[in-house]
Structure formats: C-alpha cells, structure tokens
C-alpha cells in the first residue's frame, strides 16, 4: 500500500518537569481520531495509535513525522482498539469491534454490530497477514498482549472472557471465564511470573498461565487499582491508566500483592487517557482520548470538530 501523509500538523517538544523526569509530547490537530490503542517498535521508534471512529491507525515517527499506517475502513476494519507490537516476528497485533451503539464509528454498519475481530499486520508491508473473528453474537474484544512465544491474549469486555490465539491452529479459543469480574479491559504479560494481569472493574486480576489459577492482588483502603483502561507490566511494577491520571503500582516480590502507588503523570490536559507502550526506557501514551467527552450518545457519533481539542500522545522516561 501506498503511504499517505497526514494531512495534519503535527509538533513535538520537549518539557523540562523535574530534574529527574523528560517528557516530549506529540500533538495531533486530527481531533476527530478519537484514539485507543498504543503500540510501539523498538526498532524503528515508532509509535502506533489506534483511531475507533476512524477505522484506522496512524504511526508517528521519532522525528514527530505522522502518516496512516492503514487507511480508513482498510479491508473493512472497524473500529480499532488494542494493540501491540511482536518485534521478534515483525507483526502488529490489533482487535477491532464494531459497537457504534457505544463506541461511535464512521460509515456504521447495522448488520456488523458487536462484532468483533483479531488482527495481524506485516510491519513492513502494512497488509493483512491474519483475521481471527470472534464467533459470538455480541462481543468486544478490548486489549491484548503477547508472550515471548508469539502467543496472543486478548481480554473481551461484554461477555468477561479471555481468549487466546491457538497458533497452531489459527484460531481464537476461550482461555478463561472471568464472568465474576466487571468489564475486562487491560492485559499485559510478566514473563518472571509467567503470569498474566489483567484489569478489570474490581481490580487487577492476576492469571498464572501454566495452571490457569487466577486472584485479585492484594491491595489496601489507600490504593485504588479499580477501574484501570490500559495495563504495562515494567520492572515489578504495573502501569495503569484511570482516565485522569497514569499510575505506577509497586507489586510485592511475589507479584501477588500491590504495596504501594505512585502518580506518573496527571493535569488540566488528561481526559480519558486510555492506554500507553513501553520502548527504549520511554513510556508512550495517550493523553486525552475524548473517548467519552467527544461521543454524542444520543445521536451515536462523536461532537463536531470545534467542540474537540486537539490530541496529545505524550512520552515519559522511566
């Protein structure tokens, strides 16, 4: 496929906040993106950012150059959610759902409502390599992670389930129910623990892969892990996001326990910071998705362009 610029502006630069913290922000006067996933390559630092109305996703470049890295309703896709990078495979992994009823997107599709797929992408080439749809009548697969094996896990929100992609077979299976937890959403992998997080209404839940066993972590009255969006696993700690606020949560050595908090980043600007991506010691986010401030749900679309501001995608060193 051809590239495409943006037609866009787009500026970077950098915010001296402490001695001991760098942040560089990436703004997109593309307001009506109404974004969701984070994803990034290491390779070529670049960050990819999943666009629900629009159908796409775009990719920024270090050197806050920005391009469509699909174009609008490319092969049909709808709306564009989760998503992560297999460097070692060079593959993008997205989930894509149509839920206009709740998530608004451009051109809906009556017949399509809340149906919901699993995407592979070429890196390079930028086309198809694998769609995996989810055989339900009504579903949303949200998030998803891989392990260092190529497998994929992805969280689905309506039903509190969680699948996996079979890569034998090429097919997505139910890995677990989790029906007992509110609206699944982020998922990351920790390969010391062999284990997965994934977060939910009540909390974060932790899943051991090699049994299936699953708990809440531990927590105090003093920590809130409720509620979290998207889910980073770094260094024994998780990173959440709560719509206003990215979180770090300290684990206990056992992974079993969160200990402590502490506020990443937060301000005037947030609003709806749905989910970020670890790359080269920076962590890369959304700012303010308008997810739920810039969706008009009486009318199942999203506000007009001079109502929504312009998106930041901000990056913090750890």
Known sequence: MMKRPLMLLVTSFFIACSPNKQIRDFVITERNLIPEGTAFDKRTSTIYISSTFKRKIIQIRNNGSVEDFILEKYEGIASVLGMEVDEKRGILWVNACHANEVLPLKDPETEREWTTSLYSFDLDSKKIIGKFDLQLDTAFLNDLTITPNGSVFATESVNGHLYF??????????????????????????EEYKALFVASVQGIIRIDLEDKNYTLLETNERIDAGGIDGLTFFDNKLIGHQSSKVSMFYLNEKGTEIVKSELIDTGDEFDSSTTGALGNGFYY???????????????????????????????IKL
């Open 165 to 190: 992609l079979n890569i034998e077979n090429d097919s997505l299976e139910l890995f677990l129910n989790l029906e007992e937890f509110d609206f699944l959403n982020g998922i990351t992998y920790a």
């Open 285 to 315: 986010f959304i700012v303010n998705s308008q997810i739920r401030s810039g969706v008009d749900t009486i009318k199942k679309t999203i506000k007009p362009l001079d109502s929504l501001n312009n998106l930041i995608i901000r990056s």
